[in-house]
């Protein structure tokens, strides 16, 4: 799937991650996707929550190796 902007949150802990992928909404229009980049394990666990809380939608999670991948399209 083709993000339409994309985060690099390697090495950051938490909430870095989060706050780093709330900014990077706040900047993007309904319906533009948003792939982050992470290398916190616990970022796939807020991710999630996040998603919930804000009303942005999910769509794909993935690790590799120790790159945690995520997909969120902007509410």
């Given at each position: 799937?083709?993000?339409?902007?994309?985060?690099?949150?390697?090495?950051?802990?938490?909430?870095?991650?989060?706050?780093k992928?709330?900014?990077?909404?706040?900047?993007?229009?309904?319906?533009?996707?948003?792939r982050?980049?992470?290398?916190?394990?616990?970022?796939?666990?807020?991710?999630?929550?996040?998603?919930k809380?804000?009303?942005?939608e999910?769509?794909?999670q993935?690790?590799?190796?120790?790159?945690h991948?995520?997909?969120?399209?902007?509410r």
């Amino acid at each position: 799937m083709q993000a339409d902007k994309e985060l690099d949150a390697r090495g950051l802990n938490c909430p870095l991650p989060i706050l780093k992928a709330k900014k990077a909404l706040a900047d993007m229009v309904s319906g533009q996707i948003l792939r982050v980049i992470s290398t916190d394990s616990g970022s796939v666990r807020d991710f999630q929550a996040f998603a919930k809380q804000t009303g942005n939608e999910l769509l794909e999670q993935q690790t590799v190796g120790s790159d945690h991948f995520t997909l969120l399209k902007r509410r």
